[in-house]
């Protein structure tokens, strides 16, 4: 709305353009889907809405991110301006060299499978009509980086010219990388190939520019895997994240640690859609689904976690009978928690899914119950609130429940009581806000015609961030000041509004 607001301010003297706008925002307050409006908040939807679409010419460009609006001196558009990036073209052995031997990536598992249909996996058909026609994949949780890198291969304002790039990405498959040296290899080898990454990034003319504060990466696992403690052998991870090269680069990953440079972006689920319409039609059925279950828990209990609440979920689980679907991982049954189609048949039918932190504050099951539009109930704001802050909405009452972990450890909150006292028209609109919230979450195959999806989101954060940066150069402040900083969770949390009562969290 300020953007708008700017406009006029900009042609105040032209009080035709301000009755213009003004009529145009009313047609699109009525016409247009309002949710589609208070989705996307960035200012250049309305201006490609009141300019015209942004593949058409339009006699004024808006400047990206920006409080001015400029004209181009040959009155041509660049919707692209202030949103090019550029891709490092990398040596193969920082990305297709990792996933040649397949077999090696994760010692446990045999991650070959997953890396047909450029990581999205084998596409998944229909059975029982659970799932809907087309889009879906069996993707597994760390092929974020391949996903992302071929994304970006397609963005629409990708440029050669690193010159006119507003943001440089490294196409580097940090997690798959580290991924093969976790179990059984000393931290020479661990930190080898980020060490040489390095060095090749600092070397490079892109990197002199903002001495790599316009760099930014992505992994798939998760930030505490690149944050080894200290060089004792028995210390888990990598160094990665801590190399100075990458201090200076905002990294994103599908979990972070308390540092300010990292950013939470969803993990994969199984829906890679091609269009809106396919996006759409997945909406409306979750929209329209029976939900007999009040929750569901999928998962397994952490017997070697002695702070783990997930037993006490699991039981319960149990102990709400029909109110309550258990599909629990470490069961014998014909059922796989590996399976797709067995859990998102379990998530959408479920008006809540219970989203405990496992090994680590996150997990990708938080992504498959908002594809499910089963409202997720959170136990620690590090498991999303603190996460995904381009992503998900800072009010988080609107689609998520929070009850504290501590609560449930001493055993004196009931989740079934909790949960049914939320009234049918609170479940509805929570539900409303999940099933809105699905495009933003997922990664689409290209880019999606209106909708926008989880990269758009993050490469918008990203070119926010780094014009930030960027102008506070301009205005000769040190970057480095507040860029990457340790035990962040509070900022990370602004603007939810309880920011500090959850500090006992972290
Ligand atoms: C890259 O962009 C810059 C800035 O617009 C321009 O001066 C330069 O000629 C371009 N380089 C190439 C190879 O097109
Ligand atoms: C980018 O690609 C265009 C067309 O393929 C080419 O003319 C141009 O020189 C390239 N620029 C750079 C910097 O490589
Ligand atoms: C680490 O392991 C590699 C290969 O396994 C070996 O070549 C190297 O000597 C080891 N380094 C140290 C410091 O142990
Ligand atoms: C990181 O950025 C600062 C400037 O903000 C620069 O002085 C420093 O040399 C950079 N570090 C590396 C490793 O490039
Ligand atoms: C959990 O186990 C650790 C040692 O493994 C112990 O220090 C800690 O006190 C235990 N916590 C609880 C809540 O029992
Ligand atoms: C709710 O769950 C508790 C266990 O936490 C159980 O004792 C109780 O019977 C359940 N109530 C209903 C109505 O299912
Ligand atoms: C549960 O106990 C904690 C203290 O252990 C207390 O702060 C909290 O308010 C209690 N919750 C309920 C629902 O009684």
């Known amino acids: 709305m300020e953007k708008v607001i700017s406009i006029t301010r900009c042609h105040n003297n032209q009080l035709w353009l301000v009755l213009l706008v003004s009529f145009l925002l009313f047609v699109l307050f009525i016409s247009f889907d309002s949710s589609a409006l208070i989705r996307d908040q960035n200012n250049w939807y309305f201006s490609t809405i009141i300019y015209g679409d942004h593949k058409s010419s339009a006699n004024t460009y808006v400047k990206y991110s920006n409080d001015d609006y400029e004209e181009t001196e040959d009155g041509n558009s660049d919707s ?4 090019y990036i550029y891709m490092h073209d990398l040596p193969s052995r920082f990305n297709d060299d990792v996933i040649k031997n397949c077999r090696s990536l994760v010692k446990w ?10 990581g999205f996996g084998s596409q998944i058909h229909n059975p029982m009509n659970v799932l809907s026609k087309n889009g879906w994949f069996a993707t597994n949780q760390f092929m974020l980086e391949i996903i992302f890198r071929d994304r970006m291969k397609k963005y629409e304002c990708l440029t050669n010219n690193s010159s006119l790039a507003s943001a440089i990405f490294v196409p580097f498959y940090a997690g798959l990388d580290v991924g ?16 040489d990454l390095a060095k090749w990034l600092a070397s490079k003319p892109e990197w002199k520019r903002m001495s790599g504060r316009d760099h930014f990466f992505i992994s798939g696992r ?45 993990y994969p689920t199984y829906f890679h859609p091609s269009s809106d319409h396919e996006v759409l039609e997945w909406q409306t059925k979750m929209r329209r689904i029976k939900r007999p279950y009040l929750f569901s828990f999928v998962g397994a209990p952490r017997p070697g976690k002695n702070d783990s609440i997930r037993e006490e979920l699991m039981e319960q689980c149990i102990a709400s009978g029909k109110k309550c679907q258990l599909f629990s991982c470490f069961s014998s049954s014909q059922k796989s928690c590996d399976n797709p189609v067995d859990v998102m048949n379990v998530f959408r039918r479920s008006a809540f899914c219970l989203q405990p932190s496992g090994d680590s504050f996150t997990r990708r099951s938080i992504f498959d119950s908002i594809l499910a539009g089963c409202i997720p109930v959170f136990f620690h704001p590090g498991s999303a609130y603190a996460q995904y802050i381009w992503h998900l909405p800072k009010d988080y009452t609107k689609y998520s429940v929070l009850i504290s972990e501590f609560d449930v450890r001493s055993r004196n909150i009931s989740i079934n009581e909790t949960l049914k006292g939320f009234s049918k028209k609170q479940v509805l609109s929570m539900r409303k806000e999940v099933i809105r919230l699905i495009p933003n979450i997922i990664y689409a195959k290209s880019k999606l015609e209106d909708l926008e999806d989880a990269f758009d989101m993050a490469s918008k954060g990203v070119l926010e961030r780094v014009d930030n940066i960027r102008r506070k150069i301009e205005d000769g402040k040190d970057p480095s000041i507040g860029f990457a900083e340790e035990n962040s969770w509070v900022s990370k949390l602004i603007g939810i509004g309880r920011e500090n009562e959850w500090d006992r969290f972290f």
């Open 180 to 195: 093969r040296y976790l179990w059984g290899y000393n931290i020479t080898v661990r930190d080898s190939v980020g060490v």
């Open 222 to 266: 998760i930030g505490w895997d690149f944050h080894r403690q200290t060089s004792n052998e028995g210390d888990w991870g990598s160094k990665l994240m801590k190399l100075p090269e990458f201090m200076n680069m905002t990294m994103l990953s599908i979990e972070t640690t308390s540092w300010s440079n990292e950013f939470g972006i969803p």
């Open 80 to 83: 692209c301006f202030g949103r």
């Open 109 to 118: 598992f045999d991650m070959c499978p997953y890396l047909v249909n450029e």
